[in-house]
């Protein structure tokens, strides 16, 4: 039983869990500025974490500004193998492209678990934003239990995966209709399969229209409705969870690491500690292409209800890294750098540890019966 004060205290942090604070300068733009929405998805490839984007506190970033000094980082550089160039101009949809994901489940170690395909359609943008990753901390103390996917109002939002539908409509936070909920309209949905024994959901938030309803089954990639605006939200956007064994945010897992890469690209996962092994949280860490140069930032956790994978037990995961080598940096922390390879549809691992430097070492065995997913063990549902 949780007191009263404790309780109180719970549900003051929630209320920004899911305020998802996307600039509605992403997506947000009045008609004649549609031109502009092409060119925001671009950055994203061009230069992944944009410093434009970190240059402002994000909740304040106007809308105009910060798209022009996106549209200046598009300017051409010299031959970057891993920028997408295109005769003509062309949509957004084009423009966005990136490699088809693999087939879900994807499982490429017995540690991993990409079960889930993307809510969002390989023709739109179907990637976190950024700075709004799984554990980023809004305002001064609440953490974010999911990833945004920076959509615009309308477009369809699907299912990672077959399940029944377990929530829909609004008041998710508390589990009572409530229209002033963070999550605005949401579905949840209970997966036909599970992970280490225990249920699996997904969540997807803010949305502006719902076509289903309790009870329903679907299958991977039906439409559960349209993304939108609804909740604690500063613009558009779809907010993805992943929930492990009961259906409440404090069960959230990193999407990142369970949402099928695009075929080819990687993700890293790492684990940074200080001199005693604790959580070093909400540090940056810069990650820098060999190949292209291109370089991504990567905040740690910051403190709060998130979890780590019961394998990986990692702060920090940043997906969609093109395969090749990279090198990570972590400023004002340490003056040596570890180089590292990202292996197309695997999970490269790290840890850092003060006193002792970067070790690439997996993890070991989490505990006493632990047992590493099958791919039969995908299909029973607990
Ligand atoms: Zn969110």
Known sequence: MMRPKFLLLFLITLLGLCACQVSSGDITLAPTETASLSSLSVPDIATPTSAHLNASPPHTRPALKQASALQ???????ADPLRFVFPTQVPQAASAWRPPLYPTPWVPTPYDHFFFARPIAADEINWPLANYRYGGVFWANVVHTGIDIPVKTGTPVNAAAGGRVNWAGYGLLRGIDDPDDPYGLAVVIRHDFGYQGQTLYTVYGHLSRIDVSEGQHVESGDILGLSGATGHVTGPHLHFEVRIGKNNFSKSRN??????PPQGWGVLAGRLLDFTGRFLPSKSVLILSSDSGRKWTVKSYGKGSVNSDDYYRENLVIGDLPAGNYSIWIPRETSKHLDIQILPGRVSYFTYRQGLGFNVELPPTPYVG?????LLEITPSP
Not at 255 to 260: A, D, G, K, Q, R
Not at 370 to 374: A, L, Q, T, V, Y
């Open 370 to 374: 632990f047992m590493p997913p099958s």
């Open 72 to 78: 200046a980082t598009l300017v051409p550089t010299e």
């Open 255 to 260: 999407p990142e690491l369970w949402l099928s």
